[in-house]
């Protein structure tokens, strides 16, 4: 066996090496990540997902202007309610929840209170990106849409928004802040951690390769990479916070031998925000991760998950204890959520004891039709889609929220459904690839999800709708320059 060269040794796992990796992958492939479909984003950015969010953000506003009419909440109509997406990455969730909730909001109650929505990333590039997407021009120029540079790993850098040009401090911000953390803490630094016979050890990481690794961003570095763990006993506590070792301690009191992750960073990332609008927060999350304590039982230790980038397992029950322990609101799912952990939480004062939060999480994520479930359904689904019915496809169309992923794969089943379809049904099929196409951020010049939907218009004789979509080819095609300009359908 050739003699391996120690990367970076005995090193907690939220200061190994691995995430200077991570940052690197992301500073040198920018969008290139998601415009070669490297890195996955379809099951936690569609529009599923976003309604979700809505739904569950509008029980927060109902709670809120509810209790600032009588007098127990405060609110600045003079300044927006920020929306803050950490890691918006592809942009999509963002477009998505724009398209569902702003209609609804602006024909709501409390519509003359602003509102912004915060697109965020460490990477500069990306942020250039959605600065220069025609589909978020008319969000920008209506001030409903900003974008900010912010790094976990530097989170006491100036929170500066680009568009409007201002800097967010926490003194300045006196509304109660709105964070989404979609897929974003499996992908930040965390701990390890061990219990062996009934002690708690830290587990600690070396990073081995087959020879010396100065180049961070080449792409074959994680052929090479090994990790190897070692537990090492505790001999004081690890965290200057004293609730993060509350909640080591009640693990080492409570759990069996077992191996688990900690959200460290992330903890610090909730408590940074919640710093902002006199520490009222709302956090929405969804990731890969355990919310049950149970679920922390039989792990192994903590490995990439790679997909160009990697991600972790998120430990949620760690996260959930935080928010218990620290008198805020813990939302989750009755029943275990087998694909996507969704969860809020609030902390701060909680408008109306967030009543109205409570029932809109209910009905998003505990009574069925969550993201979670809809991932489930999917994957039974899309391996039928050839004996489905024209009928039964464009409901399922429809129960995705018009998800031009799923009208991708189901496209040569609505191909041959049409081929010997009633003409009757021609003008729902056209309303219904007009809202996919509407509903859809492409991401580079060359997507070819227009030529799919103008296949399918012209396979029932509406040659014309093309020119509805826009006649060029920069046009039809782009989309990331001038889009928003479109003829309506």
Known sequence: MSKRVIIDADKPLSRSL??????????????????????????????????????????????????AQQSDFALDASQPINIVELGAGSGRLAYHFLQIFL????????????????????????????????????????????????????????FHLQISNQTLTPEAVSNPLILIANYFFDSVPQDSFVIEDGLLCQNLLTLTSRQPEPDLVDASLWDRLELHYEPI??????????????ILDDYEATLPDCKFSFPNVGLDCVQYWQRFGNGRLL????????????????QPDPLPNLHGSFSLMVNYHALSEYISRSGGLVCQAPHYQDNI???????????????????????????????????????????????????????????????????????PHLKQQLETADPAWYPDVADALHTVWQCYLPLHQEDSTYQKICHLLDLMGYESLSNWFGASKANTEGTISGLAKRKSW
């Not at 992301?26 to 998601?34: I, R």
Request: charged share 15%; with cysteine; proline share 5%.
């Open 283 to 298: 956090l929405l999350t969804s990731d890969r991760g355990y919310s049950q304590i149970d679920a922390l039982l039989n």
């Open 18 to 67: 691995l995430w200077q990796i991570q940052q690197a992958y992301f500073l040198n492939t920018g969008m290139k990540a998601w415009q070669d479909d490297v890195v996955p984003s379809d099951i936690s950015s569609n529009p599923v997902m976003a309604r979700a969010y809505s739904q569950i953000l509008f029980g927060y506003l109902r709670d809120c202007f509810a209790a």
């Open 341 to 411: 952990q969704l969860l809020a939480y609030g902390l701060g004062q909680l408008p109306q004891q967030a009543q109205e939060t409570q029932l809109a999480f209910a009905q998003a994520v505990g009574e069925g039709g969550s993201p979670d479930d809809f991932y489930a359904l999917k994957g039974v689904v899309e391996k039928v889609y050839s004996s489905m019915s024209l009928p039964e496809l464009l409901a399922f169309l429809r129960l995705s929220g018009w998800d031009t992923a799923v009208f991708t794969d189901m496209q």
């Open 233 to 246: 006993p505790l001999e004081k506590s690890v965290y200057d916070q004293h609730v993060y070792n509350q």
């Open 103 to 158: 209609p609804k909001y602006h024909q709501s109650s409390f519509a003359s209170q602003p509102i912004r929505y915060i697109m965020t990333d460490f990477v500069p590039e990306i942020l250039e990106f959605w600065r220069g997407h025609g589909r978020f021009q008319q969000y920008f120029d209506a001030g409903l849409l900003d974008v900010a540079l912010f790094d976990v790993m530097a989170m006491e850098r100036p």
